[in-house]
Antibody, heavy 127, light 107 residues
Framework: EVQLLESGGGLVQPGGSLTLSCVAS????????MSWVRQAPGKGLEWVSA????????FYADYVEGRFTISRDIPKNTVYLQMNSLRAEDTAMYYC????????????????????WGRGTMVTVSS | AIQMTQSPSSLSASVGDRVTITCRAS??????LGWYQQKPGKAPKLLIY???TLQAGVPSRFSGSGTGTDFTLTISSLQPEDFATYYC?????????FGQGTKLEIK
C-alpha cells in the first residue's frame, strides 16, 4: 500500500525548533519530488516547501524561507522539515505529499499533482 | 508568487444540483492547475490535475476546464459525499499556491 506517515509534531515555544519526519512506503521514494503543505486551524491549505527527487533542488514559501529546511534521506525513505525560529502563525497541521507525474502536456513536459498525502502531524507554537 | 483567487468562498446547494467553482491566477499558468477535495479532519484528495485530467478513481461527475488564468471545477450532479471544501492549486512554478478554498454545504 502506498503510504506517507508524518511524525514529530507537538507543542513548542515561540522561537523554538522542531523537526518533522515523513516516512514513505509502497513506492520508489527516490523517484519522486516531495512537498510539505500546512493548514492552520480552521484555515485553508498553504504550500510550504518542496524537494526534488534527487534532493538537489529545494523550494520554500516566502513565509518560511530562511527558517525552515527541507531534506530527504533516500535509504530511510524519509523526508524531513527542520523548523527554526517558530512563530505562533506556524501553528498548523503539517502534511507531506508525493508529487506524481501525470500525462504529457502540450509544451513538451508533464503535468504533476499531489496524489498521495499523509494524515498530518500537528504543530502548536505557544508559550 | 502567483496569486490564486478562488470563488465563491462558500456555496449552498442540494443533492442533484450542478455547481461550478472558479479559480483565477494572477498570471498565466498554462494548464498547470489541480483541484483537491478536503473533508473535515482528513487530508486533501486529488480530483483533477492538468486543469482537466480526472485522477483515477474519481467519479466522472467531476470535471475541470480552463487555461491560462481562468479555471473551473464543475460537479454535474451533487452527491451527498461531495459536500466538502475544494481547493485549486497552481503547480506552474514554485512557490506553489492554493486558492482560498470553497466550502460546499448542503442547502
Amino acid at each position: 500500500e502506498v503510504q506517507l506517515l508524518e511524525s514529530g509534531g507537538g507543542l513548542v515555544q515561540p522561537g523554538g525548533s522542531l523537526t518533522l519526519s515523513c516516512v514513505a512506503s509502497g513506492f520508489s521514494f527516490n523517484n519522486y519530488a516531495m512537498s510539505w503543505v500546512r493548514q492552520a486551524p480552521g484555515k485553508g491549505l498553504e504550500w510550504v516547501s518542496a524537494i526534488s527527487a534527487g534532493a538537489d533542488n529545494t523550494f520554500y514559501a516566502d513565509y518560511v524561507e530562511g527558517r525552515f529546511t527541507i531534506s530527504r534521506d533516500i535509504p530511510k525513505n524519509t523526508v524531513y522539515l527542520q523548523m527554526n525560529s517558530l512563530r505562533a502563525e506556524d501553528t498548523a497541521m503539517y502534511y507531506c505529499a508525493k508529487r506524481e507525474k501525470g500525462d504529457r502536456d502540450s509544451w513538451g513536459g508533464y503535468y504533476y499533482a499531489f496524489d498521495i498525502w499523509g494524515r498530518g502531524t500537528m504543530v502548536t507554537v505557544s508559550s | 508568487a502567483i496569486q490564486m483567487t478562488q470563488s465563491p468562498s462558500s456555496l449552498s446547494a442540494s443533492v442533484g444540483d450542478r455547481v461550478t467553482i472558479t479559480c483565477r491566477a494572477s498570471r498565466g499558468i498554462r494548464n498547470d492547475l489541480g483541484w483537491y477535495q478536503q473533508k473535515p479532519g482528513k487530508a486533501p484528495k486529488l480530483l483533477i490535475y492538468g486543469s482537466f485530467t480526472l485522477q483515477a478513481g474519481v467519479p466522472s461527475r467531476f470535471s475541470g476546464s480552463g487555461t491560462g488564468t481562468d479555471f473551473t471545477l464543475t460537479i454535474s450532479s451533487l452527491q451527498p459525499e461531495d459536500f466538502a471544501t475544494y481547493y485549486c492549486l497552481q503547480d506552474y512554478n514554485y512557490p506553489y499556491t492554493f486558492g482560498q478554498g470553497t466550502k460546499l454545504e448542503i442547502k
